[in-house]
């Protein structure tokens, strides 16, 4: 499979380079989002491409958007990415890119958890409760909440950790209304999410959200939604609490990167061997077939 570390789109103004995603200006009030097959781990990009990760991550982005659109409007625009580029850089596009409403971001991350687990479950370890929400005395890693709970964390430079925040400090920030239809809003995709993907055999243990308002105040989702970058995908059939689950998600690199105990999970990367990008990209189009019953778009 071929792969794009990263797209070249010199008929758009580039607006910036993510993690993952490469963005580009589309007149004034639209924005061309290429997803390439770069991966972040810890916050820090690593030097190899997983081929055709962004592909898999476009498509079930996709899938979502159109499954959960009517809980709340997302940032698509129905516009074929391929009209917008030259036709010498249209492979650069198809299958990985989208173009959105250019939307003002809320700078705050939507994080929601059904599952103790991760950063959770290390800040359970220590405090008895995750984010300042306190939990039940007695769970084990990896064991299912009573109900989701919503931890945001406030989105860091580039770089930088997010930063958990209480949902206080959320309202400080965005006001009260905003900071509750967020929550809301977030608790309700991942509870539709997770209903459906219990159907497919996959238990959605985490995800987050991003959202961004236009200039009526109309919030939006954004971003990407529910992918094996956002979330942690487990096989139900394989559950069971007390440790971490096997995921179809890029667990399967940090539990690597966890092995090298000179690296300090700051950049520069360390370099991938090649299994473990194979097996990384496996893991994403699995995912993307047991979600979506469907196989990887040409």
Do not use: C
């Given at each position: 499979?071929?792969?794009?570390?990263?797209?070249?789109?010199?008929?758009?103004?580039?607006?910036?380079?993510?993690?993952?995603?490469?963005?580009?200006?589309?007149?004034?009030?639209?924005?061309?989002?290429?997803?390439?097959?770069?991966?972040?781990?810890?916050?820090?990009?690593?030097?190899?491409?997983?081929?055709?990760?962004g592909r898999v991550l476009n498509q079930m982005s996709n899938f979502w958007f159109e499954k959960l659109a009517?809980?709340?409007?997302?940032?698509?625009?129905?516009?074929?990415?391929?009209?917008?580029?030259?036709?010498?850089?249209?492979?650069?596009?198809?299958?990985?890119?989208?173009?959105?409403?250019?939307?003002?971001?809320?700078?705050?991350?939507?994080?929601?958890?059904?599952?103790?687990?991760?950063?959770?479950?290390?800040?359970?370890?220590?405090?008895?409760?995750?984010c300042g929400i306190a939990l039940p005395t007695g769970l084990r890693q990896a064991d299912k909440l009573v109900e989701p709970i919503f931890t945001p964390a406030a989105k860091a430079?580039?770089?930088?950790?997010?930063?958990?925040?209480?949902?206080?400090?959320?309202?400080?920030?965005?006001?009260?209304?905003?900071?509750?239809?967020?929550?809301?809003?977030?608790?309700k995709l991942y509870q539709a999410a997770a209903d459906y993907a219990a159907t497919r055999g996959i238990i959605i243990a985490d995800t987050k959200f991003e959202f961004g308002l236009d200039a009526d105040g109309t919030m939006y989702l954004m971003d990407e939604v529910l992918t094996a970058d956002s979330s942690r995908f487990w096989p139900a059939d394989s559950y069971a609490p007390g440790s971490s689950?096997?995921?179809?998600?890029?667990?399967?690199?940090?539990?690597?990167l966890e092995t090298l105990t000179a690296w300090t999970k700051t950049a520069p990367a360390p370099n991938l061997p090649a299994d473990v990008i194979e097996k990384t990209g496996a893991k994403y189009r699995e995912a993307l077939e047991r979600l979506t019953g469907g196989t990887l778009e040409d």
């Open positions: 499979m071929t792969s794009l570390y990263q797209s070249e789109i010199p008929s758009l103004p580039l607006l910036g380079r993510g993690k993952v995603r490469d963005n580009y200006a589309v007149g004034d009030d639209q924005i061309l989002i290429v997803t390439t097959d770069r991966l972040s781990a810890f916050d820090v990009v690593m030097n190899e491409a997983i081929p055709a990760k009517a809980i709340v409007p997302n940032h698509l625009t129905g516009v074929t990415p391929e009209s917008v580029v030259q036709a010498s850089e249209i492979d650069q596009v198809r299958g990985r890119a989208v173009v959105a409403k250019r939307l003002q971001p809320i700078m705050v991350e939507a994080v929601v958890r059904g599952y103790l687990i991760g950063s959770g479950w290390k800040d359970y370890q220590a405090t008895g409760a995750v430079e580039a770089g930088e950790h997010d930063e958990n925040i209480s949902f206080a400090d959320m309202e400080q920030r965005l006001g009260a209304g905003l900071a509750a239809k967020m929550r809301d809003v977030s608790i689950p096997p995921s179809f998600d890029k667990q399967f690199v940090r539990d690597y």
